[in-house]
């Protein structure tokens, strides 16, 4: 099968600012029981991802493009761009922002524990 992705837009996603475009490239049914996210994500600039924690799963974002802060689960704040991977452990938490003047865009995959 080929398809291209669904897309979604989610206003103050996480507790973060402005809208955040989701395309997913496959869906929670999809991932047949093993995580609940695949997407392609973009921040437009001054939108961000809330803090939140990962209980039995995890995040890793793959940065394509653009440049952000990624809040780490203490809390320290690290400047990423493309080619950075952000990585959280099981049970930590994470946010991130697009402070800059263009688009922040990255791969997101939640998998279980």
């Given at each position: 099968m080929?398809?291209?992705?669904?897309t979604?837009?989610?206003k103050n996603?996480?507790g973060?600012?402005?809208?955040?475009?989701?395309?997913h490239i496959?869906?929670k049914?999809?991932?047949?029981?093993?995580g609940r996210l695949?997407a392609?994500?973009?921040l437009k600039?001054?939108?961000?991802i809330?803090?939140h924690e990962?209980?039995?799963?995890?995040e890793?974002?793959f940065?394509?493009?653009?440049?952000?802060?990624?809040?780490?689960?203490?809390?320290s704040?690290?400047?990423v761009?493309?080619?950075?991977?952000c990585?959280i452990?099981?049970g930590?938490g994470?946010?991130i922002?697009?402070?800059?003047?263009?688009?922040?865009?990255?791969?997101?995959?939640?998998?279980?524990e």
């Amino acid at each position: 099968m080929v398809r291209k992705p669904t897309t979604e837009i989610r206003k103050n996603m996480r507790g973060g600012n402005g809208e955040v475009l989701l395309e997913h490239i496959v869906s929670k049914e999809e991932m047949n029981g093993h995580g609940r996210l695949y997407a392609r994500i973009t921040l437009k600039p001054g939108c961000s991802i809330g803090f939140h924690e990962h209980i039995g799963d995890t995040e890793p974002y793959f940065i394509l493009e653009g440049k952000g802060i990624f809040v780490d689960n203490d809390g320290s704040r690290t400047e990423v761009g493309p080619g950075d991977v952000c990585c959280i452990e099981v049970g930590q938490g994470h946010a991130i922002e697009n402070n800059s003047e263009s688009d922040l865009v990255f791969m997101a995959l939640i998998y279980n524990e």
